[in-house]
Each structure stands twice: as structure tokens, then as C-alpha cells.
């Protein structure tokens, strides 16, 4: 009656369990001190992620059952850490400007946030799907297909996004028009690097867990082939799983853009505003539309102040 296909280790998802929730509270932390509302996603998967290691811990001492709970929010968080990045590198173009870009970054982030929330969707299927198809050959080929095509999606949206990422970075940082704004400029370097290694960390996990399931052959005896390396081995979903999301999780929050982002979002590098309006969904995602007024006339000087301090 054991819910893995192999002897699944006790102590790793307990250990685990309390690295992320002190890492969220680190987060909780920051996030009050920096008034940075647009970090609400990183505590969103943070929360999901100590949640997916109690339930895994729980499975090993219960039921089966436990572990389709766990099994989803371990396949899901990481596509949210991808919305967080899309989040903060919009943040980061508005703040330096959105002329560096190939195309306007909210257009941009709109769509690739819609592209996530597409493959979250299908990886809570799929996943849903898979953990409950035991002895069901058809449910898990079905889910299969579900959960490697919204891995897929995300690997390929994810990479492009990081393309337009890299090259405003390439661009911006090589403007001279820039450099008197070194002690910000370092600041922003600092989430650059951070959200470079992200992303490296989650496309790395994603191709690992669209190998594992694409790995999957359902047989009459279940979904677990022992010839499938990855599917019946414990340690690779910590190395290439566990491992890279807790670094990530972690690297936000000892570089937290809070401390080199504005709280309030249309505050420019150059001390300029731009007005912003609307309560919908974007505006809790830091993605509002900018006012038809466009640029005020400058931004307190205490603001930009407060930016030069950090």
C-alpha cells in the first residue's frame, strides 16, 4: 500500500518543510518592509510548497491519498515562481524605461502571464489526473499527455519571455544616458542576476519533470514502469525538483526587489512619475495601465531619495 515506487525517504520532506516555510516567513518579512504588494505570488507558491512537503510527509505515514494533494502543489509552485519573475522584470522595465524594449513590456507581460496561467491549469489536471490513475491505463495516458504538454508550454513561453528579458537588460545597461544612476543600476544588476538564475533553476526542474512524465508507461499493474529511472528513484526529484525551487525561493529573498523596485509602481529612474490607474486583477499584479496623462511632472524628492539610499 505504499503511495511511491520506491522507499521514500522520511526525513528530506520534513527538513524541506521547514526550509520554505522559513523562507516564507523571510518573505512575509520583507515584503512588510518594503511594502512590496507585488510579491504576493512568491508567498502564494511558498505557502504551496511547505504545504506539498507536509502533505508528502503525511502520505508516508497514512494514506495514498494525502499524496495527490502533494503531488499537485509540487508541480504547480513552480510555474508561479515563473509569474513572479514575469512580474518583477515588468517592475524592473518600468522602472528604467520602457523605450530599451523590443515592444511595450505590459503587452508583453499580459501575455506571457496568460500563456502561465494556461499551463497552471493544465499542470493541475494533469497532475490531478495522474496521482489518482492507478490501474486506469487510459486516465494516465491522458493525463500524460495534459501534464508534458502544459510543461512544454511553459518551457517555451518562459524561454522566450527570457530572451525579451535578456535583451532589455543588454540594452539598458549599455546606454550611457544611465550610468549617473549607478547606486540604482547596481540594485537592479543584483535582480538580474537573480532572475537569471531562476530561470535557469525552473527550466532546468520543468524539462526534468516533462522527462519524468513522458517517461511514464501505464501498465495493467499501474503507472510505474521499474525500467523508468526517474519515475521509480527518489533522488532525482530532490536534486532536479526540491533543490532548484528552494534556491530560487531563497535568492528572492536575500536580494528582495522590494529593496531596489519602488512600493509605489509608475516612480521612474529618473525621478519621474507616471500615474497609474485601476483596481483589476493587473493592478494587484503591479501590472496597471499608465493614467492617458501619461509622465508627471517629477517625483518627490523624497522618493528619490528614498531609491538613491538603497
Given at each position: 500500500d505504499a503511495p511511491f515506487p520506491y522507499e521514500a525517504s522520511f526525513w528530506a520532506p520534513f527538513v524541506l518543510c521547514g526550509l520554505f516555510g522559513i523562507a516564507w516567513l523571510v518573505h512575509v518579512g520583507q515584503a512588510i518592509r518594503f511594502k512590496s504588494l507585488f510579491m504576493w505570488v512568491i508567498l502564494v507558491a511558498g505557502t504551496l510548497e511547505w504545504l506539498g512537503y507536509m502533505w508528502r510527509y503525511v502520505a508516508l505515514l497514512a494514506a495514498s491519498s494525502y499524496l495527490v494533494v502533494s503531488q499537485t502543489f509540487l508541480i504547480v509552485t513552480p510555474a508561479l515562481l515563473v509569474a513572479q519573475c514575469y512580474i518583477v522584470v515588468e517592475r524592473m522595465m518600468a522602472f528604467v524605461g520602457k523605450e530599451y524594449g523590443f515592444t511595450d513590456h505590459q503587452e508583453i507581460a499580459k501575455i506571457f502571464?496568460?500563456?502561465?496561467v494556461v499551463a497552471i491549469v493544465m499542470q493541475v489536471i494533469g497532475s490531478s489526473i495522474l496521482t489518482d490513475a492507478r490501474g486506469d491505463l487510459?486516465?494516465?495516458?491522458?493525463?500524460?499527455?495534459?501534464l508534458v504538454a502544459g510543461l512544454l508550454l511553459q518551457i517555451i513561453t518562459f524561454g522566450i519571455y527570457s530572451f525579451f528579458a535578456a535583451a532589455f537588460d543588454f540594452r539598458s545597461s549599455r546606454d550611457p544616458a544611465l550610468r549617473v544612476y549607478g547606486t540604482q543600476?547596481?540594485?537592479?544588476r543584483k535582480l538580474w542576476i537573480t532572475f537569471y538564475v531562476s530561470a535557469v533553476l525552473i527550466t532546468l526542474r520543468s524539462i526534468y519533470r516533462a522527462v519524468e512524465f513522458a517517461d511514464i508507461a501505464p501498465s495493467?499493474?499501474?503507472?510505474?514502469?521499474?525500467?523508468?529511472?526517474?519515475f521509480t528513484h527518489e533522488w532525482p526529484f530532490y536534486v532536479f525538483d526540491a533543490i532548484p525551487i528552494l534556491i530560487s525561493v531563497v535568492a528572492f529573498a536575500i536580494w528582495h526587489p522590494g529593496a531596489y523596485l519602488p512600493s509605489r509602481k509608475g516612480l521612474r529612474i529618473d525621478g519621474t512619475y507616471q500615474e497609474q490607474q485601476g483596481w483589476s486583477l493587473l493592478h494587484w499584479c503591479g501590472l496597471r495601465k499608465p493614467h492617458q496623462r501619461g509622465l508627471g511632472t517629477g517625483a518627490p524628492a523624497s522618493s528619490t531619495t528614498a531609491l538613491q539610499s538603497v
Open positions: 502571464l496568460g500563456a502561465d487510459s486516465q494516465a495516458k491522458v493525463a500524460k499527455k495534459i543600476m547596481k540594485g537592479l495493467p499493474r499501474g503507472i510505474y514502469d521499474p525500467d523508468k529511472y526517474l
